[in-house]
């Protein structure tokens, strides 16, 4: 009877290293969580152009019948620096209309500094300073980006 107690938390113990091995290897990246947006209207956006060199965007505006890419970005965020290049040389082909999102800066003027260092993409830009438009579009990171449709939804 007492062996029984000692095995008892070894098998739990055995048990749930087996489901973590499990959840680890199973091939499946972490990153590549799909959004909960794909095929639905995106979300509002309701907030004012970053600065007075770049006009901002609304929900309107995505739906204005051409595909429009909306990235969320900041300077503070390496990966948003590491990804610039790829967005300059994506706004450089036609027919591509990329939106940005400057996202919960830290210091005003640093989302501008940041596009003077790196280059603008950006036909257009917003800034959500206090992350709110950014929960709505479930972003838990930086750098984000969706593809929104011609008719405002979220492929």
Not at 53 to 74: E, H, I, K, M
């Amino acid at each position: 009877m007492k062996r029984w107690i000692y095995a008892v938390p070894a098998i739990g113990f055995l048990a749930l290293a087996v489901v973590l091995f499990q959840g680890l290897f199973s091939g499946r990246a972490p990153d590549l969580l799909p959004s909960a947006l794909i095929n639905k209207p995106a979300p509002d956006i309701g907030l004012e152009a970053m600065d007075d060199v770049t006009p901002g965007f609304t929900r309107a505006d995505l739906a204005s019948g051409r595909v429009t890419v909306v990235n969320f970005f900041a300077s503070w965020c390496v990966p948003c620096r590491m990804e610039s290049a790829q967005l300059m040389a994506l706004s450089k082909m036609p027919g591509i209309t990329i939106y940005g999102i400057d996202y919960e800066e830290r210091q005003p003027g640093a989302g501008r500094a940041f596009l003077n260092e790196e280059g603008n993409p950006f036909s257009r830009i917003v800034a959500d300073t206090h992350g709110k438009v950014g929960i709505n579009w479930g972003v838990y990171g930086v750098p984000e980006t969706y593809v929104v449709d011609g008719k405002g939804i979220v492929r």
